[in-house]
C-alpha cells in the first residue's frame, strides 16, 4: 500500500520506489537464503549425509521425440532454475543502465571503478596464490559479490548505515554481476557447438523483432526464452546467459504513457457517474480498455521484475543453497591452497581492490567521493562486498571438479562469514548512530 496515497508523486518516485522494493526483498531473502545454507550445510554433517547427496544426484529426464535430456537435479537447479534467477539479475542491470545509479556516467563513475578494483584484485591475488597450480581455473570465484547478503548485513546496521553507502554497494553489486556475467560467458565456455550457438543467436534476434511489432504477450516470450535457453544449453556457452540476455532485451519503457492511461480511467469515472449513457456493449469494451491501459501503464521490466525477483530470492536461491552449500565439516580443507587463494581474494583482495580502485579514481577527478562516506567506510563496505557465496559458490561449479571443488567451497563459506561479520562491525563502529553527526 502507498503509504503517502494523497501526496502528489514525482518522476523520481519512479526510480526510487522500484529500489526501495528490491532492497526490501534482497534484504528478507538474505535471512532466507543463510537458512538455507545452514541447513545444507548441517544436513552434509549428519547421518543422513549420504541421502542428502544421493538426492542431488537423482536422474531427470525431459524430451520430446527423439531428443532427450537427462540429467541430475543439481544440474537442472544450476543450470535451469539458476536461468531465472540470472533473468532478474537482467532485469536489475538493464534497470539500473536505463533509470539507476548506472545511467549517469558521472555517478556511475565510482561503482564502476569500485566494482572493477573488486575483481581484479581477488583474481590477481588467487593467482598469486594459485597461479601455477591445478586450481588456477578457479580465478573467477572470489570476483562475485553476494547482493542479498549484503543488503541484509546493511539492513541489520538500520538507518545508521547512510543511504550514498547503499547506493554504492548496490551499484557496484550490479557493476560486479555485469562483470560475473563476462566472467561466466569467456573465462567458462568449452566445446562450442556453432550451430547450437548460431540458433540462440538467431532466437534472441527473433525476440527483438517481436519487440520491434509490438508482440506483449508474455507466454510467447516465454516459449522462446526457453528455445533460447536450450540452445545455449547445447552450445556449450552456460544456458543461465540466455537469462540475462533476455532480461536486458526486456523493455523499460511502459506501452501505454500516464496522461492516455488517466484519459481511459477518466472515462471509467464518467461511466460509474451515470454521465454518459452507454450501451453494455461500449461499456464492457471501455472497462477491458481501463484494464489493458492499468497493466501496460507499468513497464514490462517493473512488471517482470515485481512477480519473478520475489521467487527468484525467496524460491530460487535457498533452493540453490541447498544443492551447493552442503560441505563436509574437514578442517584440513581450509589449509588446502585452492581454500586459502579462494578466502584470501574475497578477505584481502576484495576490500583492497575496492578501497584501492575508488581513490584511484577520486585522486584522478574522473568520480567524486559522496559527503557523508570516508574512506574507512568504504573499506568496510568493501568486506561486505566479500560476501561471495552464491555467485562465488556458482563459478566454483563450474571451473572446479574433483576434491578440488569442496575445497573451493570452504574456502568460499569460511571467507562469506569473515567478511560479513568484519565488515558489520566496522561499519558499526565506524558509523555515528542515528542522530549523532559524524566525526571530522
Known amino acids: ?7 502528489p508523486r514525482e518522476r523520481i518516485d519512479r526510480v526510487v520506489e522500484p529500489l526501495q522494493r528490491f532492497l526490501h526483498v534482497e534484504a528478507t531473502s538474505g535471512v532466507v537464503l543463510l537458512l538455507a545454507a545452514v ?8 547421518a543422513a549425509a549420504d541421502a542428502f547427496a544421493g538426492l542431488w544426484k537423482t536422474r531427470v529426464s525431459f524430451g520430446f521425440g527423439a531428443f532427450q535430456m537427462e540429467h541430475s537435479l543439481k544440474h537442472w537447479v544450476n543450470d535451469g532454475l539458476m536461468g531465472i534467477f540470472f533473468f532478474v539479475v537482467g532485469l536489475e542491470v538493464k534497470r539500473e543502465l536505463v533509470l539507476g545509479e548506472l545511467r549517469d556516467i558521472r555517478q556511475a563513475t565510482l561503482p564502476m571503478a569500485a566494482a572493477l578494483g573488486g575483481m581484479l584484485v581477488p583474481a590477481g591475488v588467487f593467482l598469486a596464490f594459485e597461479g601455477g597450480g591445478a586450481a588456477a581455473r578457479g580465478w573467477g570465484i572470489p570476483m562475485a559479490t553476494d547482493i ?15 543511504a550514498s553507502l547503499r547506493v554504492l554497494l548496490l551499484s557496484l553489486a550490479i557493476a560486479d554481476d555485469i562483470g560475473a556475467i563476462l566472467v561466466i560467458a569467456i573465462g567458462y565456455t568449452s566445446g562450442l557447438n556453432v550451430g547450437a550457438l548460431l540458433l540462440a543467436f538467431a532466437g534472441l534476434g527473433l525476440v527483438v523483432g517481436l519487440r520491434w511489432v509490438g508482440v506483449r504477450s508474455v507466454p510467447v516470450y516465454v516459449l522462446f526464452g526457453s528455445l533460447i535457453w536450450l540452445a545455449l544449453h547445447e552450445s556449450g556457452v552456460h544456458a543461465t546467459l540466455a537469462g540475462v540476455a533476455l532480461g536486458l532485451l526486456t523493455p523499460s519503457r511502459p506501452w501505454v504513457s500516464d496522461s492516455r492511461a488517466k484519459r481511459i480511467i477518466a472515462r471509467v469515472e464518467s461511466l460509474w457517474q451515470g454521465d454518459e449513457p452507454t450501451p453494455d456493449v461500449d461499456r464492457h469494451h471501455l472497462l477491458r480498455r481501463a484494464e489493458t491501459a492499468v497493466r501496460e501503464a507499468l513497464s514490462p521490466l517493473e512488471r517482470l521484475e515485481n512477480r519473478v525477483h520475489p521467487w527468484s530470492a525467496f524460491v530460487i536461491m535457498p533452493v540453490f543453497a541447498l544443492a551447493n552449500a552442503g560441505v563436509t565439516v574437514d578442517a584440513s580443507l581450509i589449509r588446502e591452497p585452492v581454500a586459502l587463494a579462494v578466502a584470501a581474494g574475497l578477505v584481502v583482495g576484495k576490500p583492497l581492490g575496492i578501497l584501492g580502485a575508488s581513490y584511484l579514481a577520486v585522486r584522478l577527478g574522473v568520480a567524486r567521493l559522496p559527503g557523508d562516506l570516508s574512506w574507512r567506510v568504504i573499506l568496510a563496505g568493501g568486506l561486505l562486498a566479500g560476501i561471495g557465496f552464491t555467485m562465488s559458490l ?3 561449479g563450474l571451473a572446479l571438479d574433483g576434491p578440488l571443488l569442496p575445497a573451493a567451497k570452504v574456502g568460499v563459506l569460511v571467507a562469506s562469514v569473515i567478511c560479513g561479520a568484519a565488515g558489520m562491525l566496522l561499519l558499526r563502529l565506524w558509523l555515528p548512530a542515528p542522530g549523532v553527526a559524524p566525526r571530522g
Request: aromatic share 10%; hydrophobic share 60%.
Open 148 to 162: 542479498a547478503f549484503v543488503v541484509g548485513c546493511l539492513a541489520l546496521l538500520g538507518s545508521r548505515v547512510p
Open 394 to 396: 556458482f563459478i566454483a
Open 39 to 46: 541447513v545444507a550445510f548441517a544436513v552434509a554433517n549428519s
Open 1 to 7: 500500500m502507498d503509504p503517502r496515497p494523497d501526496l
